[in-house]
Nanobody, 126 residues
Framework: QVQLVESGGGSVQTGGSLRLSCAASGLPYSSQYMAWFRQAPGKEREGVAVIYRSGSTPRYVDSVKGRFTISQNDAKNTLYLQMNNLKPADTAMYYC???????????????????WGQGTQVTVSS
């Protein structure tokens, strides 16, 4: 049974930092991409950052480049998202997800992801 459990969300002011964690268990080896998505009220779910579990340069959506860093622990069972210089536009529910085995390279398309966590809220105030 696959489980993805996020933690680390909270409320910060503009310019602040947060580190999200996602504890993963039961993931099949074929699920090689893990990513962070976010969804703000009234908006579509957006891919933020993706990493290849076996190792490669991560991919980021343009709006977070230079501010967010996705990483994983050596055991590859915990995914992180370090978020620096946060802006009000970053306010959203953040989800950890793992892709299906035949996904495109470093995909950030929500439809390519079949395992999802419950989400953790990030609120950035001005």
């Amino acid at each position: 049974q696959v489980q993805l459990v996020e933690s680390g969300g909270g409320s910060v002011q503009t310019g602040g930092s947060l580190r999200l964690s996602c504890a993963a268990s039961g993931l099949p080896y074929s699920s090689q991409y893990m990513a962070w998505f976010r969804q703000a009220p009234g908006k579509e779910r957006e891919g933020v950052a993706v990493i290849y579990r076996s190792g490669s340069t991560p991919r980021y959506v343009d709006s977070v480049k230079g501010r967010f860093t996705i990483s994983q622990n050596d055991a590859k069972n915990t995914l992180y998202l370090q978020m620096n210089n946060l802006k009000p536009a970053d306010t959203a529910m953040y989800y950890c997800a793992a892709a299906r085995g035949d996904s495109r390279w470093l995909t950030l398309t929500p439809g390519d992801y079949i395992y999802w966590g419950q989400g953790t809220q990030v609120t950035v105030s001005s």
